[in-house]
């Protein structure tokens, strides 16, 4: 069982960075690929990046890439999204997910465990 807990979220302008934390509790962080995925009002949930166990693959949303990156503390058990160049379009709710896997996945149904989110908007 993985209890994942998502903070840094907020109301910014378009253009400015803001960095998502998610703490991850209750099991080996280690074992687990680590995804971020959003889900905008009206729309469903869509992945926007995760790392593999070891933190050496990444992969990105296409709409995403070049402006986010994904890393992972082992230490502090936490993975992060910093999120650069934001736009109006990445206003969302942004989730956490655990995969108990050794290869990344980008469809929610891949995904074990899940954390409550965190609210990013993003103003013009």
């Known amino acids: 069982q993985v209890q994942l807990v998502e903070s840094g979220g907020g109301l910014v302008q378009a253009g400015d960075s803001l960095r998502l934390s998610c703490a991850a509790s209750g099991s080996v962080f280690s074992s687990y690929v680590m995804g971020w995925f959003r889900q905008a009002p009206g729309k469903e949930r869509e992945f926007v990046a995760a790392?593999?166990?070891?933190?050496?693959?990444?992969d990105f949303a296409d709409s995403v890439k070049g402006r986010f990156t994904i890393s992972r503390d082992y230490g502090a058990n936490t993975v992060y999204l910093q999120m650069n160049s934001l736009k109006p379009d990445d206003t969302a709710v942004y989730y956490c997910?655990?995969?108990?896997?050794?290869?990344?996945?980008?469809?929610?149904?891949?995904?074990?465990?899940w954390g409550q989110g965190t609210q990013v908007t993003v103003s013009s």
């Open positions: 790392v593999n166990w070891n933190g050496v693959r990444t």
């Open positions: 997910a655990a995969r108990f896997a050794t290869t990344i996945a980008t469809m929610t149904g891949e995904y074990d465990y």
